[in-house]
């Protein structure tokens, strides 16, 4: 939940993007094929963490896929989303991997900076 806008994930894989304020479902984004583990907004995008898929960023006001993270991942367990970076936790196989993607905003969209 960020100000009045309150996002919720779906089994089915979509995200819900709701105003506390009007009381009413302000878009929905057709993220993945099933459940996630975990999400994180900003105010102006999402990422989200799924099962077996990769981690995305999504444009808030849009619903447009803006980035998507890597290969999948068994379990994502957590995203966080803050200053050019998305971060995660996931298993990897037998590992649990921490990855941090650093990206910048450009004319043809967003890039991994390293």
Known sequence: MRGDTLLTYDPDGTIRI??????????TID???QSAASLDFDGSSIISGPLNEPARIWDAQSGELMREFGSPADVVWKVALGKGRATFTANRGKDVVLEIWSFAAEADGMRERG
């Open 18 to 27: 709701w105003s506390l304020e009007k009381r009413a479902l302000l878009r």
């Open 31 to 33: 993220a993945h094929h």
